[in-house]
């Protein structure tokens, strides 16, 4: 069917506003803009925490480092054996008309001697190739076998090596015994030696020659001369004064070269 130019005029036209968008865009936008804000200001806090963290475990860790350290750190103490800390070798009575003498038990202090009598029988060690076996000492014609072990029954059969002390020509205190009036009387003259002196060690592999520094008269209990050194040294400890043996006489000699 036709329709007329005219009643298509004549249809009333109704205006209907146009939806805006514009508003709800706004809010949304406004709400994300504070959303990223307080997300940034978290992931910021978070980061700038993480650094505070691990800065402080740095330190803690430290900390903790310099403990472990200051525990693992421990004096180092030169090993010397047990009996040094009670007296000093060789210490025997004076010999009678028979020429007959025992250990002077009288000089170790009473509370100590059941320790002294326990280390009677120290392990003696293994014969080795740097080990002393003789001593020289050309001023006071001294020429004597070198055992190791520096005990009653060792001393009967020449000069005595405390064990653990060093060997020749190592750094550090090479310890030597022999009586002065009984086995030989190997040490009799040895306040007869000057500065100077020669003291000369051999081992199964060559000879070492020690100077004379000085002398000392001490107590029996005066272990501190058997003490280790930083250096190659040698003391030779022996009764005294002659039939007496109320002392020590002490002889210390460094290594030569």
């Given at each position: 069917?036709?329709?007329?130019?005219?009643?298509?005029?004549?249809?009333?036209?109704?205006?209907t506003p146009e939806e805006s968008s514009d508003q709800p865009q706004v809010q949304v936008s406004t709400r994300r803009r504070v959303l990223d804000r307080l997300l940034l200001a978290v992931e910021v806090l978070a980061v700038v925490g993480l650094f505070g963290v691990l800065i402080s475990g740095f330190g803690v860790l430290r900390d903790l480092n310099k403990e472990v350290a200051s525990v693992l750190i421990q004096?180092?103490?030169?090993?010397?054996?047990?009996?040094?800390?009670?007296?000093?070798?060789?210490?025997?009575?004076?010999?009678?008309?028979?020429?007959?003498?025992?250990?002077?038990?009288?000089?170790?202090?009473?509370?100590?001697?059941?320790?002294?009598?326990?280390?009677?029988?120290?392990?003696?060690?293994?014969?080795?190739?740097?080990?002393?076996?003789?001593?020289?000492?050309?001023?006071?014609?001294?020429?004597?076998?070198?055992?190791?072990?520096d005990g009653w029954e060792q001393l009967k059969k020449g000069v005595g090596q405390n064990v653990g002390s060093a060997n020749p020509g190592q750094n550090g205190n090479v310890i030597l015994s022999a009586h002065n009036d009984v086995?030989?009387?190997?040490?009799?003259?040895?306040?007869?030696?000057?500065?100077?002196?020669?003291?000369?060690?051999?081992?199964?592999?060559?000879?070492?020659?020690?100077?004379?520094?000085?002398?000392?008269?001490?107590?029996?209990?005066?272990?501190?001369?058997?003490?280790?050194?930083?250096?190659?040294?040698?003391t030779l400890i022996s009764c005294y004064p002659y039939l007496v043996d109320k002392q020590r006489i002490v002889v210390f000699a460094r290594l030569q070269n």
């Open positions: 069917m036709a329709v007329e130019p005219d009643a298509l005029a004549s249809v009333p036209v109704v205006d004096e180092t103490f030169t090993p010397t054996p047990l009996v040094m800390a009670v007296v000093l070798p060789s210490g025997h009575l004076p010999p009678d008309a028979q020429g007959n003498t025992r250990p002077n038990d009288e000089e170790i202090p009473e509370h100590l001697r059941p320790m002294v009598q326990s280390l009677a029988n120290i392990p003696i060690p293994t014969p080795a190739p740097d080990q002393a076996v003789r001593l020289q000492v050309p001023a006071i014609k001294i020429d004597a076998p070198i055992v190791q072990g086995y030989g009387e190997i040490f009799r003259n040895l306040d007869k030696l000057a500065p100077g002196d020669q003291v000369i060690l051999y081992t199964q592999q060559r000879q070492y020659v020690y100077v004379v520094d000085r002398t000392a008269i001490v107590e029996p209990t005066a272990v501190e001369v058997m003490a280790g050194t930083g250096s190659p040294t040698v």
